[in-house]
């Protein structure tokens, strides 16, 4: 069973602990770009190893620092700073710090936007289910959007981080 969103829809939702909201979705405007807020606590995990081949995505800091890891490299982007995580590079983000970590999220084309209202229904989940595996595979495929679920034990503790 399908839980695809209307481009247009609004939403507050939140994936483990990452926080997301839709800002400006891609209907609004021209240029087929979206806008996503998103909030993480301090010393967490965002998502597993994962990579896109349709879209970009660009993360402006507002509050808190990010952590980067794109390609095997790490970044640190303080406040008021940016960071580009190109399609088709296997990347993941996390909050080091001690204080939350707000950003935006500018996504172009804008339709990945929409995996985050989309994957709420589903994330987290326990991937031993193979009924809510399998809605999590399909929302990805739809997507092209390929996570390693299997990096997050490793990254969680060589970083010190929770998911």
Known sequence: MSSQVTPSAKYDVTLGKLGARLDISRTENEANVAIVE???????????????????????VLEGEMTVLADDELTTVPAEESVVKGRDAWHTFWNAGDEPL???????????????????????FDPADGE?????????????????????????????LQM
């Open 38 to 60: 998103h909030t993480l606590p301090a010393h967490t995990l965002a998502a597993p190893l994962h990579r896109h081949s349709r879209e970009d995505e660009i993360s402006y």
């Open 102 to 124: 707000r950003f935006l999220e500018i996504i172009a084309p804008g339709e990945f936007s929409e995996f985050f209202e989309e994957i709420s229904h589903v994330y987290p």
């Open 132 to 160: 809510a595996l399998a809605r999590f595979e399909e929302i990805c495929d739809r997507y092209d959007f390929e996570a390693d679920l299997e990096s997050v034990p490793k990254l969680c503790e060589e970083h010190g």
